[in-house]
């Protein structure tokens, strides 16, 4: 079956630095996708990757190994607003987007 | 303002009754996809369409059903809602759909459904 691996709940501190894993078996692999959901809101989308290594966008950077079926989110300079939980999704070889339960990460001062 | 509206909000619904969610988008994207989110567990699929006129069964189709008539619209049906259909509703476009690589999926604010 496919399947997707994250993390449950994380909590860091304030302006500290976070990395958020994820782990994939899929039928295929078409890229994967890094959401960020507050409670009660939509998924926003924050990345992709689809080739190996490390793709930044400011204080948010994610890196992929597709050898490894791994990928993780890495958060800098964390503020509170990033309080939130960070959804990882696999397109896999229909083009279907599989996705992980996410993972909560809560900020503290 | 460009982007994707649901409606209802939120709804409490009783067993056995028909209920319609909307979803309607203007971004003039080509397909849109129905989740639902459950505590605990990732976005699951329900229905897609990858254009109008087209639908597609997803993960978890059981007692849903879709419509695609233009490219705004998307609705989803419950014919006869039970218990277990209590979740939040999502709904998504994305500019291309099946074949497309990037294909960035862009979400609606949800719909919260209780049925009782």
């Known amino acids: 079956g496919q399947n997707i691996d994250q993390p449950t709940e994380m909590t860091a501190t304030e302006g500290a630095i976070v990395q958020i894993n994820c782990t994939y078996q899929?039928?295929?692999?078409?890229?994967l996708f890094w959401y960020q959901q507050h409670a009660g809101e939509a998924p926003t989308f924050l990345s992709y990757n689809v080739l190996d290594g490390l793709e930044e966008k400011g204080r948010f950077s994610s890196f992929l190994s597709r050898s490894k079926g791994y990928s993780y989110l890495l958060l800098k300079e964390l503020q509170m607003k990033d309080s939130a939980s960070y959804l990882c999704a696999v397109k896999d070889s229909n083009y279907q987007l599989i996705w992980g339960a996410g993972t909560k990460l809560i900020i503290k001062p | 303002i460009a982007g994707i509206t649901q409606a209802p909000t939120s709804q409490i619904l009783a067993a056995g009754r028909r209920m319609t969610l909307r979803c309607t988008q203007d971004?003039?994207?080509?397909?849109m996809y129905w989740y639902r989110q459950d505590l605990g567990l990732g976005l699951r699929l329900i229905h897609y369409s990858n254009t109008a006129g087209t639908t597609g069964k997803g993960e978890v189709p059981d007692g849903y059903s879709v419509s695609r008539a233009n490219t705004d619209d998307f609705p989803l049906t419950l014919a006869s809602a039970v218990p277990s259909q209590t979740s939040v509703y999502f709904c998504a476009s994305s500019d291309s759909g099946g074949g497309g690589r990037q294909d960035t999926q862009y979400f609606g604010p949800g719909t919260r459904l209780t049925v009782l």
């Open positions: 971004m003039r994207h080509n397909a």
């Open positions: 899929t039928s295929g692999f078409n890229g």
